[in-house]
């Protein structure tokens, strides 16, 4: 790259550090992540708008979905934006209400083989078509989230179980039931995703189980790390039997989202921290499952995704500037890659003093 | 639920425990309720609670998702076995260079001193190397000495790539250590010259070296010059981590930095984004990397670099936009001056040993040994004056006839002597002199040649014990004094220039490998001289064949078309078949047009012997534009006004690559047979061709006396005989002409 064309967009990249950037920067001027939003389309989206986790058989999910909606709006990529739009529209829409089902299969028949949504899915979907009503001045997008919020609050948020009055965003509109709890997922919770969509729709549910599901992350982080997945009881939580309890590929998300929710002292991010610190991992590898009660490392991965989560976790506990977060690699996989790519925003979006090193 | 009452009691058991959120310190004890092992807490105080396992049937419905990456096997414990990319660099390791160098012919070594950092634990010495498939190994060896004391001796057995050998590092200490590895080496059919050529050992200085234990990456300023030098010698980059745009100025610092780290050549700084995206997995700065941040927007950020280990691997040095230059003295120093060939005194006489040489020791069927020395910068003979060296040397016995010992000049062979005949015995010294206008001002360069032919030559070498030839460090060299006299030279430019003396063009505007051009420069041309005040150092102008307008070509009698054709990389020349064509064309040119190429011809006649009258007159190269014609090159060196002989300019061409053409400066100045006279070129193959005219008259730096009189005029005559003769023809017809006017005008009154 030639040495003027680094210059330009290290001053580009200047400028938009020099504010407390937020989404909804100048256009004027390229983003800091324009190259990395470049190679992630490439790697990851079809020209037709399908974001592919080729770890789950090449399918697309209303995660993925989700999340590469919430990217093209945030870069401010109508076209890219809109083509996800239409393939999930076309493809994924396909329940009664407004949200979407939670998986697609290449090469199924049928494709989409369960209804069932995923909350988070639709959380982000919603969030991304609250940004892009905004990036691209059409609010008929924030009716549509509008609608995908309603429906979220009347099919995903329950009551807690312990009588506390708590609200709680389930995973799905179905499954997550038990007789003796509810099985929730707690990296479903994304607060800034929740709160923004709660001021953009009216939908109050969601900004006070945004509330709530923190502080039951507050309960679980007192344990230990945020598990996968648990059991909220009428007497607290449990594992869940036959799901990882260990804080794992799930799990990791929660401190991300706390951090890029303003909750960079949250304890759950605190204990992140700190088992990231005290695992003795060769260089290079990042712990992606950890026992959530003693730390102890159970699986470690060396995709730059993991340790750019880890990265962005260590500095966000700690008053020095500069956070140790890899160059983004478009050679790995889908999941790390968009963690990856999500942890760059979040630090851009909301502490600008871990600039990657 | 298969176990309801399990289930029950286990729930009430956690009940009270689980729901006591409000633990101040989330300790919570559950040895009173559960008959277990005694749960012990972590150093966080986090309990460790075994995990209860409760059958509840797993929903169907819930989204769930294949995360890992470990495909059929979930689990990868974590380990701390070290590096497992073998293909990588390992910062832990202290390397010998950056190179691979060549150890070639019968007999070779390199020394290399080693730096083991304080601070590291050692594990092991490592060679790496290959050897030619010429070489016997039977009767070769690799041998490794530690400060003098053999360490390790094998045969050398990699014919077929490189091969790393693992010697103990017992013997070491922290800090700098002698390491000397010697090849001895037999061709397995040949002996001679060529047969010499063939056989060879390569040491990759970047794999060879201490290696140190993992794990010693701990942040100190050691550890990252280690890893910013592994980090340069792996792809010749040096990361700089920016999201602010970074004086040109502290680049160039910071680039001229990384020269003192002790490799081949300086790093190229390469800029990076804190969000830039890896090319096809690798990335740059996997060693080591430079991070500038912006003290306006960090100002947490100490002024003081620091250094920082990052999980990933590298190790980080931290600067701020506050950042001085001189608080960097101590992380990355600046290269001290070169060490330049010894000085010779003219008019006495040195031996070799005060020239740095030791007692020269032949063992190869070729080899070529140089002496430099570097003499006044205004030392001039232009005369038929002699320089001698006393040679004291001896030779083998029973060398084959036809063994030859060169001695040369700057390149000119000025004496050969056999080597056969009166071997093994001390040869009375043997005064071999040669024409001191072979030598030049500064630097220069005797060297001693041997050439053995095989004996025969298509059968293996015969064991000779000991050196084919010796030359004594006693052997003394006498090169004879001038008065101070300085031609127009651009070897004076060349030696005065600092990396302050680059002239950076001025806008982004030009091409973008010119400015590259002109930053390598300054970071290649470390100075040669220390003390050099700044109105003492040469300028160095740099221009792209688009800016050539701004040369002063005019000075030169040069026009920009035979610069430009020179600088670009021509159309292959015309086949015989093409020729032929145009032969037959031209056979059938109209009278008219015969005739005027016959006028052409006799122009062209004319002008050439005009030029060789002129040669005779003026010695010297013909004028530049008719030097210059058929010649190519990547870039051309000029000194427009021989008058300030400190002002260059330097022309490049469009193919020109930066890293050559600073390197070819950089070393030229130190070369004898560098740029010289007032133009040179640079070809593609990095060889300067010089242009010396006869334009500028030497000038004469001291006052002219009767002891230096003859000499001066030594040197004027043999810089232009015809001006020399006709001046003194000049003055015999002043003379005569007043001698007849005095005897004409005296006769007259004696007849009165």
């Known amino acids: 790259m030639k040495r003027r064309s680094i210059i330009m967009a290290a001053m580009a990249a200047m400028t938009v550090s020099r504010a407390s950037v937020s989404f909804g920067q100048s256009p004027d001027l390229p983003h800091p992540l324009a190259a990395v939003w470049d190679a992630w389309k490439a790697a990851y989206m079809e020209p037709n708008g399908r974001v592919v986790d080729l770890m789950q058989g090449g399918a697309s999910h209303s995660e993925s979905q989700g999340y590469g909606l919430l990217l093209a709006a945030t870069m401010q990529d109508a076209d890219a934006f809109n083509t996800i739009d239409d393939w999930t529209i076309r493809h994924l829409r396909v329940r009664q209400d407004n949200l979407l089902a939670w998986r697609w299969l290449p090469q199924t028949t049928p494709a989409v083989p369960d209804n069932n949504n995923a909350s988070d899915g639709d959380l982000f979907y919603a969030w991304a078509l609250i940004r892009a009503a905004k990036a691209f001045d059409r609010p008929a997008l924030t009716e549509r989230a509008t609608a995908i919020a309603r429906d979220l609050s009347d099919t995903c948020i329950q009551n807690h179980p312990d009588g506390s009055g708590r609200l709680v965003l389930t995973p799905a509109a179905t499954g997550f039931q038990r007789d003796t709890g509810l099985i929730w997922n707690p990296s479903y919770l994304m607060p800034l995703a929740m709160e923004d969509v709660a001021d953009a729709t009216g939908t109050d549910r969601l900004r006070i189980a945004a509330r709530d599901g923190i502080s039951i992350l507050d309960d679980l982080a007192s344990l230990g790390l945020v598990p996968d997945w648990v059991e909220l009881r009428a007497e607290g939580s449990a594992p869940v039997a036959g799901m990882t309890d260990a804080n794992g590929y799930e799990a990791m998300r929660t401190p991300l989202f706390l951090i890029w929710s303003g909750m960079p002292q949250h304890l759950a991010v605190k204990q992140q921290a700190r088992a990231y610190g005290a695992a003795n991992t060769v260089a290079g590898s990042t712990p992606t499952v950890m026992d959530r009660l003693n730390g102890r490392v159970l699986e470690v991965s060396d995709n730059p995704g993991y340790s750019a989560v880890s990265g962005l976790v260590g500095c966000a506990v700690r008053a020095n500037a500069g956070s140790f977060m890899p160059s983004f690699d478009p050679s790995q996989p889908y999941y790390p890659a968009t963690l990856q790519f999500m942890t760059l925003l979040a630090q851009i979006e909301t502490l600008p003093r871990c600039v990657p090193l | ?752």
């Open chain 2, 1 to 752: 639920m298969r176990y309801p009452v399990l289930a029950f009691i286990l729930s009430c058991a956690w009940s009270p425990t689980l729901a006591q959120v409000g633990a101040e310190n989330g300790q919570i004890d559950l040895s009173l309720l559960l008959n277990g092992p005694q749960i012990a807490s972590s150093d966080d105080g986090l309990p460790q609670i075994p995990s209860v396992e409760v059958a509840i049937q797993v929903p169907a419905a819930l989204p769930r998702y294949v995360r890992d990456d470990a495909g059929d096997n979930p689990t990868l414990p974590a380990t701390d076995a070290g590096d497992t990319k073998p293909n990588r660099p390992n910062f832990a390791m202290s390397a010998m260079g950056s190179e691979i160098h060549r150890l070639s012919g019968e007999y070779d070594e390199i020394a290399v001193d080693l730096d083991v950092p304080l601070g590291s634990a050692m594990n092991d010495l490592i060679i790496t190397y290959r050897n030619s498939i010429n070489i016997m190994a039977d009767n070769s060896t690799i041998t490794v000495l530690h400060e003098g004391v053999e360490i390790a001796k094998w045969q050398p057995n990699a014919p077929a790539g490189f091969q790393t050998v693992i010697l103990p590092a017992n013997t070491l200490t922290l800090g700098l250590n002698r390491i000397v590895i010697r090849a001895e080496q037999s061709h397995r059919i040949f002996c001679g010259p060529e047969a010499s050529f063939a056989i060879w050992t390569d040491i990759n200085l970047a794999r060879s070296g201490i290696d140190v234990a993992n794990g010693t990456g701990a942040p100190n300023i050691d550890n990252f010059r280690r890893a910013a030098r592994a980090q340069i010698v792996a792809d010749g980059t040096l990361p700089l981590v920016t999201a602010v745009v970074p004086a040109t100025r502290l680049m160039r610092d910071l680039e001229r930095r990384s020269a003192a780290l002790g490799t081949s050549g300086p790093a190229r700084l390469l800029l990076q984004s804190p969000y830039s995206v890896t090319s096809e997995g690798v990335t740059s700065g996997a060693q080591a990397r430079i991070v500038l941040l912006a003290a306006s927007d960090f100002p947490g950020v100490a002024k003081l670099p620091e250094v920082r280990h990052s999980p990933q691997g590298p190790l980080i040095l931290l600067m701020s936009t506050d950042t001085t230059a001189d608080m960097l003295d101590d992380l990355l120093p600046l290269p001290s001056a070169i060490v330049v060939p010894p000085d010779l005194t003219p008019g006495q006489v040195t031996t070799l040993n005060a020239l740095n040489v030791d007692d020269i020791a032949i063992r190869s069927r070729y080899r070529r040994v140089d002496v430099p020395f570097r003499l006044p910068d205004d030392w001039l003979v232009l005369t038929a004056q002699r320089a001698q060296l006393d040679l004291q040397y001896r030779y083998a016995e029973n060398l084959p006839e036809g063994s030859l010992f060169l001695i040369k000049v700057n390149g000119i062979t000025v004496r050969r002597l056999p080597l056969f005949g009166e071997g093994g015995v001390v040869l009375p010294e043997l005064p071999v002199r040669f024409s001191a206008r072979l030598l030049k001002p500064g630097f220069n360069n005797i060297s001693f040649e041997a050439i053995i032919p095989g004996d025969p030559s298509d059968m293996t070498c015969p064991n000779i014990e000991g050196p084919l030839l010796e030359v004594s460090g006693n052997t003394l060299v006498n090169v004879p004094a001038s008065p101070r006299m300085q031609l127009p030279r651009l070897s004076l430019g060349m030696q005065r220039l600092t990396p302050e003396s680059v002239d950076l063009v001025a806008n982004l505007d030009g091409p973008p490998h010119v400015e590259e051009i002109a930053t390598m420069l300054a970071v290649h041309l470390v100075a040669l001289d220390d003390e050099l005040p700044p109105q003492d150092m040469a300028r160095l102008t740099v221009r792209s064949l688009e800016r050539i307008n701004q040369v002063p070509l005019d000075m030169m009698s040069l026009d920009r078309s035979t610069v430009v054709r020179a600088l670009t990389p021509q159309k292959p020349e015309r086949t015989d078949q093409a020729l032929d064509v145009a032969v037959t064309e031209d056979r059938f040119a109209q009278p008219s047009q015969r005739a005027g190429r016959n006028s052409d011809e006799i122009r062209s006649g004319i002008t050439s012997s005009w030029l060789r009258v002129r040669a005779l007159a003026w010695p010297g190269d013909l004028p530049l534009a008719n030097w210059m014609v058929g010649r190519q090159g990547q870039a051309l060196l000029l000194m427009p006004d021989p008058t300030h002989p400190l002002n260059l300019w330097l022309i490049v061409g469009a193919s020109a690559d930066a890293g050559s053409v600073a390197r070819a400066l950089a070393a030229g100045r130190l070369d004898p047979l560098g740029p010289d006279g007032q133009a040179a070129l640079l070809t593609e193959d990095g060889v300067w061709e010089s242009w010396r005219p006869n334009a500028g008259a030497p000038s004469l730096n001291e006052p002219l006396t009767l002891a230096n009189a003859r000499a001066v005029a030594g040197n004027y005559a043999s810089w232009s005989p015809v001006w020399f003769v006709g001046l003194l023809a000049c003055f015999m017809s002043i003379s005569v002409l007043l001698g007849l006017n005095y005897v004409v005008s005296t006769r007259g009154s004696l007849k009165r």
